[in-house]
């Protein structure tokens, strides 16, 4: 049972280098997020996508990039990493996009240092 | 103001008590309500939805207030395996696709 798979684990960057983080779910979900979680913040949504094909800007979008490249994945571009972009980042999917079957299930998550 | 608060803890119980953790919310037009539960380093997980007329799950007592807008868990018979961090969710009616979380409430039980 894979579920959300988010690769890389660790990444440290240096300030003004770029990545991509990658996310796969094999629950065939229609809606993808990406959200970062930083100390006394919580969760905060930075892109989802409500289904294949369409994407939108959540809370933090700002210095971030992503991609839909079907329905199982979702990535997530950092163009030029800054400090302010360490942190700890998840991805989720959810089978329906409200109410209360907008379950979300969560990836292990990535912890990406930039300095 | 956040949108979700919740008191950040950490409570520290022993073995067998019960704790009460709870959740207020700012947006009246929040519509589903759920509680998260994440470890240490790991991923938040969903621990059950909160419905209007409260529900149950073993040990595990969600309510929901709508007129007072928070949310209360309740956790009977505390194990050491409880300790955690309890997120508070909430899904505006107004933007379909997004779950405010809370900060947390850190749980710790002691033997």
């Known amino acids: 049972n894979a579920g959300v798979t988010q690769t890389p684990k660790f990444q440290v960057l240096k300030t003004g280098q770029s990545m991509t983080l990658q996310c796969a779910q094999d629950?065939?979900?229609?809606?993808m997020y990406w959200y970062r979680q930083d100390p006394g913040m919580g969760l905060r949504l930075i892109y989802y996508?409500?289904?294949?094909?369409?994407?939108d800007k959540g809370e933090v979008p700002n210095g971030y990039n992503v991609s839909r490249l079907n329905k199982r994945e979702f990535s997530l571009r950092l163009e030029s990493a800054a400090p302010s972009q360490t942190s700890v980042y998840f991805c989720a999917s959810s089978a329906a996009a409200g109410g209360e079957k907008n379950i979300q299930y969560f990836g292990a998550g990535t912890r990406l240092s930039v300095l | 103001r956040k949108e979700v608060e919740q008191d950040p803890g950490p409570f520290n119980v022993p073995e067998g008590a019960t704790v009460a953790f709870n959740c207020t919310y700012s947006?009246?037009?929040?519509?589903?309500f759920f509680w998260y539960r994440q470890d240490c380093r790991k991923e938040p997980k969903l621990l059950m939805s909160?419905?209007?007329s409260g529900n149950e799950d073993g040990r595990f007592t969600a309510q929901l207030n709508r007129a007072s807008q928070y949310i209360s868990l309740l956790i009977r018979d505390s194990k050491l395996s409880d300790s955690a961090t309890y997120l508070c969710?909430?899904?505006?009616?107004?933007?379909?696709?997004?779950?405010?979380f809370g900060s947390g409430t850190r749980l710790l039980v002691r033997p």
């Open positions: 947006n009246s037009a929040s519509q589903s």
């Open positions: 909160v419905y209007s």
């Open positions: 996508s409500a289904s294949e094909g369409t994407t």
């Open positions: 629950m065939n979900h229609n809606s």
């Open positions: 969710v909430v899904n505006r009616k107004d933007s379909s696709y997004k779950l405010i």
